[in-house]
């Protein structure tokens, strides 16, 4: 399989439906560079450890390393997302399936932004690629439950386990700072903060990012004629391609969504918000390593979640936590079904 530069622009000059998928692709990783990364640093900022147009420009560069340098030690993620959906031997009908399946994923963000429904574009991007492909073999034998089932993992590790590290870490610093001046661990904290959100800015590349090069890189198979991408090294230009896109759509902004995680959530001091942020940088990178796909919105939330639950319950606002369970209900049957259609009515035009 040839996956060289030069054979994709060929390929996206000759071919519109590849270039359409491209174009979407990489609209997509700009948009999650913008609305969801800022969630990354949303603690650093509310907690004034440092300027809101600082962080982000920090969080674009650490979003941009994320990608390109966890891509090339460990890329299981992307082939996660590659294989747990199959979409048959016809490569051209395949192509246009995964389109619909991008296509699907703006759709139902613009739906569901009109009428109030929280998103993810990771669980979108899940949902959508499976509705095309049950659309394009017409029934769930196009799904590979062995690679989907990593999804429900995910589920679990978002919510449970960034609950649980976040109140850990944070009980933990409780206890060891007792006794501590509060000037002097105030500034400690300060910087920690800061390695902290940078943290997870890497990580949220190193996740989300690979989730769409999954999908670039099975476009890019499709046009070679291939049903697969197995046993293919990711090509280092698509690393760079991507990781530029989302640290450029990072660099745009999204103080709204900082506000909202950062401020809404829980109010939290400084020590709280390295505690979150470790915590949900960490179970990142355990899901990273073991290929598990996870939203990073939803892993940060509950790392907050479960930071201010050290101190009582009712610091938490457990309307985020509706938001989230709203999410998992109508996005992965709404998109899907989107998807579904999307896919039946492209390859009946094309």
Known sequence: MDVSLSYFLNGMSTN?????????????????????????????????????????????????LGVLVMTQINSSVASTISNMVDFG??????????????????????????FGIPTSESHSLIA??????????????????????????????????????????CKLLTILCAGMNRWKTNRFFQGAEIFGAAAMSFMHGAQ????????????MAFCNGQSSVSGVSIPVWMMLLCSAVMGVGTSVGGEKIIKSVGMDMVKLEKYQGFAADLSAAACLLLS????????????????????????????IN?????????????????????????AKLFMAIL
């Open 89 to 114: 031997g016809n490569t051209q009908e395949a192509l246009i399936a995964l389109c619909a399946a991008l296509f699907s994923i703006v759709v139902y963000s613009v739906g569901a932004s009109y």
């Open 208 to 219: 989300d990012g690979q989730k769409f090069i999954g999908v670039l890189f099975l476009g």
């Open 16 to 64: 519109p439906v590849l270039l359409i998928t491209v174009l979407l692709t990489l609209g997509v990783i700009f948009v999650n560079g913008w609305t969801d990364a800022p969630n990354a640093i949303a603690t650093c900022i509310t907690t004034r450890c440092m300027r809101a147009r600082t962080a982000i420009l920090t969080s674009a560069v650490f979003n941009f």
């Open 318 to 342: 457990f309307g985020v936590v509706k938001d989230m369970m709203l999410t998992w209900v109508f996005t992965f049957p709404g998109c899907g079904l989107i998807s579904f259609v999307m």
């Open 128 to 169: 959508g690629l499976s509705g095309a492909a049950i659309a394009i073999q017409n029934g769930i034998g196009g799904i590979n439950m062995s690679e989907w089932v990593k999804v429900l993992y995910g589920l679990g590790m978002s919510l449970l386990l960034g609950f649980a590290s976040g109140w850990i870490i």
């Open 288 to 315: 990273s390593l073991f290929g598990i796909p996870v939203s990073t919105t939803h892993t940060k939330t509950s790392a907050i979640m479960g930071v201010g639950a050290v101190k009582r319950l009712s610091a």
